[in-house]
């Protein structure tokens, strides 16, 4: 098994939607563009993960948002060394269709109260159903790192809950951890490092906005 020596994680950069949230209710979510700034974060981060790479080749997962989209293409790449694929399961938290601005503010309240993980919003989904999908893309990853040639670099560009979840899901946090961390900035990014014990760590800890408050042993 040709296992990646690092994957790394990054969250688009700013999106319409980070810094006007009526947007949702003239636009779909998966079709909201980055700002200015957004591109530039992209662009910024892009000299720091070209270095990082350097002449390896990678393979890269893009979540089908638009503003993912634009993020791989504003990292500047390599074309050459990066094959890329579109991976619907690394979409965003669906929050429904055409979103009502005050009924989704009233949502996200009832969310904080009842907790990231096990809300679902209407028509919607939960933090739980998005974990469910991010673990089905984990086991096709891993499936993929069966090839001999398996690039030595993983890159996955997709949203800051989903980032969360991947590695929550990945190494086996609880949802008390999981409801403790806060999501990383627009076009901030995690690595996953491969140790010489063949086991993964993560290069920095996402932050945390409160202390985990488990039920049991498994916090």
């Not at 965003?92 to 309240?109: F, I, P, S, T």
């Not at 590695?167 to 403790?180: K, N, Y």
């Not at 290069?203 to 408050?213: A, S």
Request: proline residues 6%.
């Amino acid at each position: 098994m040709a296992r990646p020596r690092r994957i790394v994680l990054i969250r688009h950069g700013e999106s319409e939607g980070n810094v006007d949230d009526t947007v949702y209710e003239r636009e779909p979510d998966h079709a909201l563009s980055l700002t200015k700034t957004g591109l530039r974060q992209a662009e910024e981060a892009g000299h720091t993960l070209r270095e990082i790479f350097g002449d390896e080749s990678v393979s890269a997962y893009v979540s089908p948002y638009r503003r993912t989209h634009q993020t791989f293409r504003a990292l500047a790449l390599d074309p050459d060394r990066v094959r890329v694929r579109e991976e619907p399961r690394l979409r965003e938290q669906d929050w429904g269709n055409w979103q009502d601005r005050d009924d989704v503010r009233l949502q996200k309240a009832y969310r904080d109260a009842y907790g990231h993980f096990f809300y679902r919003f209407a028509q919607g989904e939960s933090g739980a159903d998005v974990y469910d999908r991010v673990g089905a893309f984990l086991e096709s990853l891993w499936r993929s790192f069966e090839a001999p040639d398996h690039p030595p670099n993983v890159l996955i560009v997709t949203h800051g809950l989903t980032m969360r979840l991947f590695c929550m899901r990945w190494f086996h946090w609880s949802v008390a951890e999981f409801e403790s961390l806060s999501n990383p900035g627009n076009a901030e990014w995690r690595t996953l490092l491969l140790g010489p014990d063949g086991r993964y760590s993560l290069d920095r800890p996402f932050e945390h906005w409160c202390k985990p408050e488990p039920y049991g042993i498994t916090g």
